[in-house]
């Protein structure tokens, strides 16, 4: 499906501020970024460069007084994610260089303190996808969905202890959970059409069978026309804005509608647009 999506920021700097930020997509597995526009008021000069993650990062000096930022794009995403039922457990052995450090615990994602759940959760459950999906069904049967729950402090350990949260929480502890059975995961930021309420979004990847696949706690079943911004170990990595001052956000919209493209551009698709056959998924 095409699908325009973006974000408004809206803040308020008590100084000059400076910032970095993190809201353009790529194209990669399961998503051709169309067209993109950037805005910032009032301009300033901005640089971008590409983390050790392979995110789109932005860096610039908000000035003191009123800034906004406003973000779209028109993303062709797959319709689908992938599921893959049975499929194997990676050795850590087997486990390429880059995907190591998505096994240890980090800041959020204690997973070295989860390990008795892990197991208690995947109890007589094949080693590897079906980990991860009786993790991931685990977390959305006995966690609580509720906004004014949880804050930027609260770590996968809190989560599992109070079992209520927001899409972020149930992500840190679905991470945890599974680099607690030395299943590699990683956190994803984007956008995901007809969530309800709409927001930014988080959800997991886990690592098996030599590539990552896609999984939401939030969701009963699993859905693709995502957009992903960000790939992270936890949400320390994949903030959509990080400022070094006092800077106050006053206001922040999220939109995703399904695009309706002319005739004209409908007859011209096939050749200038990638469509995806396959699903979401990704061996990077």
């Known amino acids: 499906m095409q699908l325009n999506a973006g974000c408004e920021?809206?803040?308020?700097?008590?100084?000059?501020?400076?910032?970095?930020?993190?809201?353009?997509?790529?194209?990669?597995?399961?998503?051709?970024?169309?067209?993109?526009?950037?805005?910032?008021?009032?301009?300033?000069?901005?640089?971008?460069?590409?983390?050790?993650?392979g995110n789109l990062c932005q860096r610039l000096v908000a000035p003191e007084g009123p800034f906004s930022i406003h973000f779209s794009a028109t993303v062709q995403t797959a319709d689908e994610s992938d599921v893959a039922p049975g499929a194997p457990y990676?050795?850590?052995?087997?486990?390429?260089?880059?995907?190591?450090?998505?096994?240890?615990?980090?800041?959020?994602?204690?997973?070295?303190?989860?390990?008795?759940?892990?197991?208690?959760?995947?109890?007589?459950?094949?080693?590897?996808?079906?980990?991860?999906?009786?993790?991931?069904?685990?977390?959305?049967?006995?966690?609580?969905?509720?906004?004014?729950?949880?804050?930027?402090?609260?770590?996968?350990?809190?989560?599992?202890?109070?079992?209520?949260?927001?899409?972020?929480?149930?992500?840190?502890?679905?991470?945890?959970?599974?680099?607690?059975?030395n299943i590699p995961a990683r956190m994803v930021v984007g956008y995901l059409y007809q969530l309800d309420p709409m927001d930014l979004h988080a959800w997991f990847e886990a690592y098996v069978d030599g590539r990552w696949f896609t999984f939401d706690a939030t969701q009963e079943q699993p859905r693709g026309n995502r957009i992903t911004v960000a790939y992270g170990r936890d949400a320390a990595d994949v903030a959509f804005t990080t400022q070094f001052g006092p800077m106050t956000l006053n206001d922040m919209k999220v939109w995703v509608d399904a695009d309706e493209p002319t005739a004209d551009v409908n007859e011209k698709k096939s050749e200038s647009i990638p469509t995806f056959s396959t699903s979401i998924g990704s061996s990077t």
Not at 17 to 46: C, D, F, H, K
Not at 106 to 113: P, V
Not at 124 to 138: K, S
Request: with cysteine.
């Open 90 to 181: 990676t050795p850590v052995e087997e486990l390429p260089d880059s995907v190591l450090h998505y096994t240890l615990p980090s800041r959020y994602c204690q997973s070295d303190q989860l390990g008795d759940l892990a197991t208690q959760i995947t109890d007589g459950v094949e080693p590897g996808y079906d980990q991860a999906e009786a993790i991931r069904q685990w977390i959305h049967k006995n966690v609580t969905y509720q906004y004014g729950t949880s804050d930027a402090s609260t770590s996968a350990v809190d989560t599992a202890d109070k079992r209520i949260g927001v899409c972020r929480d149930f992500t840190h502890l679905g991470i945890s959970l599974c680099r607690a059975l």
């Open 9 to 53: 920021l809206s803040f308020d700097a008590q100084e000059p501020t400076p910032l970095v930020l993190m809201l353009r997509p790529r194209s990669g597995a399961g998503q051709w970024i169309i067209r993109e526009e950037y805005q910032i008021t009032p301009a300033v000069n901005v640089t971008e460069f590409t983390d050790m993650y």
